[in-house]
Each structure stands twice: as C-alpha cells, then as structure tokens.
C-alpha cells in the first residue's frame, strides 16, 4: 500500500519532499571528504546522486517508486553524470556489494514501520565499510511520519555503529527534525 501511494505522488505531481535542492549537510561532507563509493536510500527523482555523481562519487540510488527511479535516471542523463539507480526496497538489497564510504537517507527511514528498521540497519551493517559514514535525515516522532529520537537512532544502529553528531532543528511546516551522522566500527 505504501509503495503505491508513493508512485501516485510521482505520477500525479511533485512530491512535497522532492525539492531538488542537495541539502547543506550533504553538501558540507562532500566538501571534507574524498569521492568514493555513496549509496542513497530512498533516493526519489536522483537529486542528491547526481550531485555526488557530479563531485566524482560513485553514486547509487535506490527508492521502491517506479517512476522515482525514471525520473531520477531521466536527470542523471541531462545533468551527463553516471549514477545507478534501482527500484528496490531498502530493507532488501542483497542484490548490492559494498563496500560503501557514505550511506545517505533524507527521510526515507522514517517513513518506514518500526518493524521495519532491524532489517533497515542489516543492509547498512552490510554495505557500509568499516569507518564509513551514515547520514539521516529524520522527522521526530509526533510528526508526520514514525520518526525518530536520537535514542531510537542509537538502538536501531548501536550494533554496528557510533552516533558521531546530531543536529536538531525543523523540517517543512515547522515539524521537529534532526541530522544524524553515524560512522561505522
């Protein structure tokens, strides 16, 4: 039911969260760290791959919307960058090797179920190379997703990785949010 209620937002108009604009934290790592390998989770129409792409990253993406994913290949070929994209679901990537050096999720998360995240945190577990770089963008809870806290963050990714940051502040209408920027052990 999600993943069609996704699609519709694709097809019918602009989704809220698609702004086409690389936010500062992303742009701010990008700028302090070599390019390498960057996986973007929940990706929609390919913004940010394409930005990594155009700063010599080795960028994928993957959303489970259809016409996300055309839409963002469709913008990787005028902007001429190279960029993968897949639909898949975040919780399944075993069709992927790693190792990445930066994992990437503006909102994805926690627009999942809770019962979601165990598996969520597995496939980075896998994918992200020791001493690599995770960050998430997250509604808080009580919004308009499941969001969530920085302790939530911690249990969901405390196996395997090191809350190095968080940065809190307001999302779209004003709605609690936070950056997290997680390394992995």
């Known amino acids: 039911m999600r993943r069609l209620l996704f699609s519709i ?23 302090t ?18 930005y990594l792409a155009k700063h010599g990253w080795e960028a994928v993406g993957v959303d489970f919307a259809g ?16 960029g993968a994209f897949h639909v898949a679901d975040v919780t ?15 909102g994805c998360l926690h627009s999942l179920p809770p019962a979601d995240r165990p598996a969520y945190a597995g496939e980075l577990e896998r994918l992200v190379r020791h001493g690599g ?19 939530d963050v911690s249990a969901t990714f405390g196996r395997s990785f090191d809350l190095a940051g968080a940065e809190m ?12 920027t997680l390394t992995r052990r």
Do not use: M, Q
């Open 92 to 106: 399944r990537l075993g069709f992927l090797s790693g190792p990445f050096d930066l994992a990437l999720d503006i």
């Open 67 to 82: 016409r996300a994913i055309a839409k963002a290949r469709d913008r990787a070929r005028r902007a001429g960058v190279r």
């Open 9 to 31: 937002w694709y097809w019918l108009r602009r989704p809220p969260w698609d702004t086409g604009v690389t936010p500062p934290e992303l742009v701010r790592f990008v700028s």
């Open 169 to 180: 502040g307001t999302g779209p209408r004003g709605r609690p949010s936070a950056w997290y």
């Open 33 to 50: 760290h070599s390019p390498g390998r960057a996986l973007d989770l929940g990706c929609g129409t390919g913004t940010n791959v394409v």
């Open 133 to 151: 770089t995770y960050l998430l963008y997250t509604f808080a809870p009580d919004g308009p997703a499941y969001g969530l806290t920085r302790e």
